[in-house]
């Protein structure tokens, strides 16, 4: 029993870690486009199309795996993700060609969706309702984390031994998770079986449906330009590897210090108040890296600002749809996962085409239209102080 305990309050610490390889297995190609650009033949659009094809199948992969392993008992599930994750990311430092590695990646990553909304799911079953809303925001620290810690060393390993190298760390971290999630997420957890009454009931909220906009709206605003950030600082600025590896960091670290502080002010400010200023946050980064095209240290800044903002407000969109319908948080969830990935793939997309046409300054303004629009919507969703009382 006390071995149990112990494996449960390190529960969410073990969750977290498997955002952070799911975070890095997603934002990999981000971190290493030029090495793949260079390695495999291709150009840089293509290469940046590993994102907006995985993106795809990640928005699509997400609902359709929570339906068909909603009555999965959670360790399970969850420790053979991880599985698929590591050996999809060993699988691709052997790639041969771009067609092969693009292959194993849609794999990896049509097993990989269901990942970070069961992850968010299964928090609300280990943790008291009190503490909910802090400890989804902890588990999204992982994604934070791929971004502080995964991005700029990815970047460095590539510009030095090679996007093969880069992919195979990913895949050792893997492994570790795994047996992490094995050991420390309690047995026997399962959350309420998704089915099409479930489906239907999320259509017909009015407040859910503007929730999943507002978080397809702010990922396409940053995928115009996060996609392409490396490329974009060498051509605008003349940086080098290490410079768009710090970059990286600023933005990551930056996300990290967001969700701290989004975890520990979102139990007393309430979720609106939180995701409100974090998106506020997020649009002044996007803004000043639009402003700023073409100076590295405006361009920095900026990415310091937007970084507070990136995965603070996707956390609190996850605490959002929970507290918003706790019956339907599995599908809420879910479909939250996936338009976040159709927002990748639309702003990954849009960022390629206007990247592969030379309209470098134009992308950052395309981005702070997304990110203005998603705002709005933020405020459309405030809480009504009448159906506050009258609760």
């Known amino acids: 029993m006390q071995k149990s305990a112990a494996a449960g309050r390190f529960a969410p610490t073990a969750l977290m870690l498997g955002n952070l390889v799911t975070g890095c297995s997603v934002l990999a190609p981000a971190g290493m486009l030029p090495e793949l650009s260079a390695g495999l033949g291709i150009s840089i659009h293509a290469a940046g199309l590993l994102i907006t094809f995985g993106a795809i199948t990640l928005c699509i992969g997400s609902p359709l795996t929570a339906w068909l392993t909603s009555r999965i008992e959670r360790r399970k599930l969850l420790a053979t993700t991880l599985a698929v994750l590591a050996f999809g990311n060993l699988a691709s430092a052997f790639a041969p060609d771009y067609a092969s590695l693009l292959a194993i990646r849609l794999v990896m990553l049509a097993v990989g969706a269901l990942y970070t909304p069961q992850a968010a799911g299964t928090a609300a079953l280990i943790v008291p309702v009190e503490r909910r809303g802090s400890t989804i925001a902890y588990i999204f620290l992982g994604w934070s984390l791929a971004a502080a810690v995964g991005l700029p060393l990815i970047t460095f390993i590539a510009s030095r031994y090679g996007w093969r190298a880069a992919y195979g760390e990913i895949g050792a971290l893997g492994c570790i998770s795994f047996l992490l999630l094995l050991l420390r997420l309690p047995a026997g957890l399962k959350g309420t079986p998704v089915d099409l009454k479930t489906w239907s009931a999320v259509g017909r909220s009015r407040t859910v449906l503007l929730l999943l906009a507002i978080t397809m709206l702010q990922m396409s605003g940053q995928f115009v330009v996060f996609t392409f950030m490396g490329p974009l600082l060498k051509k605008l600025t003349g940086a080098g590897p290490d ?108 960022g390629g085409l206007l990247f592969a046409r030379e309209l470098l300054h134009p992308l950052g303004f395309v981005a702070v239209g997304f990110v203005v629009l998603a705002l709005v919507l933020v405020t459309l969703t405030r809480p009504r102080p009448v159906a506050a009382a009258a609760a």
């Open 243 to 350: 410079a768009i590896g710090m970059v990286f960091g600023i933005y990551g670290l930056c996300g990290f210090l967001g969700v701290v502080i989004a975890t520990r002010i979102v139990d007393t400010w309430g979720p609106y108040r939180t995701s409100l200023l974090f998106t506020c946050l997020l649009l002044a980064g996007v803004t000043g890296w639009a402003l700023g095209a073409g100076t590295l240290v405006l361009m920095a800044g900026a990415v310091a600002i937007w970084g507070l903002g990136f995965a603070s407000t996707n956390s609190m969109q996850q605490v959002r749809l929970v507290a918003a319908a706790p019956p339907l948080a599995s599908a809420t969830v879910a479909l939250n996962t996936s338009v976040l990935y159709i927002g990748q793939a639309v702003g990954s997309a849009i």
